[in-house]
């Protein structure tokens, strides 16, 4: 099993920046990759990004490309998600996730964070 703990979310204006960052535990050795989705209330969850564990290959939703940046601490295994020129339709709840080798598929899923940008 992989625990995900996030942290980082907040209010911010339109425009505004803010870090999400994603702390796994326990079975981390397996993990493949991680990444971000989001929710918001009666909509299907949304993929807003991904990184590989080994490679470092970043992946992203089209409607954060070039506002967001996923990355992975020097340390090696906190999770960042740096959100800039936030919009108001940003607002949702972030999910950090993670992809055992074996499956290949975002089995663990954190709490979730919530993220609110004013327009």
């Known amino acids: 099993q992989v625990q995900l703990v996030e942290s980082g979310g907040g209010l911010v204006q339109a425009g505004g920046s803010l870090r999400l960052s994603c702390v796994p535990s326990?079975?981390?050795?397996?993990?493949?990759?991680m990444g971000w989705f989001r929710q918001t209330p009666g909509k299907e969850r949304e993929f807003v990004a991904g990184l590989t564990w080994s490679g470092g290959s970043t992946y992203y939703g089209d409607s954060v490309k070039g506002r967001f940046t996923i990355s992975r601490g020097n340390a090696g295994k906190t999770v960042y998600l740096q959100m800039n020129s936030l919009r108001p339709e940003d607002t949702a709840i972030y999910y950090c996730v993670a992809a055992p080798a074996h499956t290949r598929s975002y089995d663990y899923w954190g709490q979730g964070t919530q993220v609110t940008v004013s327009s």
């Open positions: 326990g079975r981390t050795f397996s993990i493949h990759s």
